[in-house]
């Protein structure tokens, strides 16, 4: 069967499509996509507006306001735990004052694990992980709608090894606005 012109042009394109969609768009370990955001082993990362002409960020919150967002953005779990550990509790409580301070300003919680365990069970431990630091933070009222959750589970190591020290620094959430 002889196919029209326009029906091989549409092949090539929905096939060039497809190839697009399942292409990587890059990005860091750590989610963001203009590699200045980072966790290394102090736990701490910056964000950067790069690139926004109009000194406004992704989620409308102004250059000055984004200035005053808390600058630890990790917070670090025990091995194959949930539970926020005592020595991070005033590290929320510093984002839950600022997210209340700014409504509109949201934050997506990335919840990460090291390579132990299966890609299934990392990506739940993960994502219990995030919901911990998003119940803590609407407990402490933050508004449930400006907490978005992602699990990468082991898919997105902050440090490559297969040692403790490694490990622990793999067993995060991230707080990305």
């Known amino acids: 069967m002889q196919f029209k012109p326009y029906a091989k042009g549409f092949a090539v394109a929905?096939?060039?499509a497809v190839l697009?969609?399942?292409?990587?768009?890059g990005g860091t370990q750590d989610g963001s996509m203009d590699g200045t955001s980072g966790t290394g082993a102090g736990g701490t990362g910056t964000a950067s507006s790069q690139g926004m002409g109009d000194g406004q960020g992704t989620s409308g919150t102004s250059m000055s306001d984004r200035d005053a967002i808390p600058e630890q953005r990790t917070i670090y779990f025990a091995f194959d735990r949930d539970t926020i550990r005592p020595?991070?509790?005033?590290?929320l409580s510093a984002h839950?004052?600022?997210?209340?301070?700014h409504p509109n300003t949201n934050v997506v919680l990335e919840g990460h694990a090291d390579e132990?365990?299966?890609?299934?069970y990392n990506l739940g431990l993960g994502e219990r992980r995030a919901r911990a630091v998003e119940q803590y933070l609407t407990v402490e009222g933050v508004s449930a709608s400006q907490i978005e959750i992602v699990s990468y589970g082991e898919e997105r190591p902050a440090v490559r090894g297969h040692d403790e020290?490694?490990?622990?620094?793999?067993?995060?959430?991230?707080?990305?606005?």
Not at 20 to 25: N, P
Not at 87 to 91: G, I, M, R
Not at 96 to 101: F, G, H, I, K, T
Not at 116 to 120: A, I, L, V, Y
């Open 116 to 120: 132990r365990g299966t890609r299934e």
């Open 165 to 177: 020290e490694s490990y622990a620094q793999n067993r995060r959430v991230v707080f990305a606005y």
């Open 14 to 16: 929905l096939s060039l």
């Open 87 to 91: 020595e991070f509790e005033s590290v």
């Open 96 to 101: 839950a004052e600022y997210l209340q301070n």
């Open 20 to 25: 697009a969609g399942c292409s990587s768009t």
